[in-house]
């Protein structure tokens, strides 16, 4: 294949918010979101398989009365955003700490006890979730797909 020898447009379209087609579910704005091994979208769970974490909603969508795909959810795919902590009460000590996804909403600090363990982010700060409960802000840079 030959290298270019003249300018190319390569149609760039900046990737921090994607849209994602949804399965037949429904995804809740804030919570986090990954793709099935079929590449629709569903809330991340660790009971689930052959998941893909793609990012955060930005929205609240519903397909549970629709066909494969019917509807779409914009995903934030970059940033920082504070969870719940599950499992564990946030200290100083857990930050630059792996998050693995607990529930679409909910971190753990370690794998242990998570059928499936997802890695979502990075731990860098504690703050209080928007529910008034103990949090972490996580990092999900280079953890999406």
């Known amino acids: 294949m030959a290298a270019l020898n003249k300018p190319y447009e390569a ?26 091994a079929s590449g629709w979208a569903t809330a991340i769970t660790p009971q689930g398989s052959n998941l893909k974490f793609v990012g ?11 066909n494969l795909g019917e509807r779409a959810v914009a995903v934030t795919k970059a940033g920082t955003f504070v969870f719940k902590a599950s499992g564990f009460v946030p200290a100083q000590a857990d930050i630059g700490k792996d998050a693995y996804a607990a529930s679409d909403w909910e971190v753990q600090n370690t ?12 731990i860098v700060g504690i703050e209080t979730t928007a529910t008034g409960e103990p949090g972490v802000r996580v990092r999900i840079d280079n953890h999406t797909v």
Not at 56 to 66: H, L, Y
Not at 111 to 117: F, I, P, Q
């Open 111 to 122: 794998a242990t006890g998570l059928n499936t363990a997802y890695k979502v982010g990075t």
């Open 56 to 66: 955060v909603a930005n929205e609240t969508v519903d397909n549970t009365n629709g």
């Open 11 to 36: 149609f760039e379209r900046p990737g921090i918010v994607v849209s994602v087609k949804l399965a037949q579910t429904k995804v809740y704005k804030g919570g986090m979101v990954a793709v099935n």
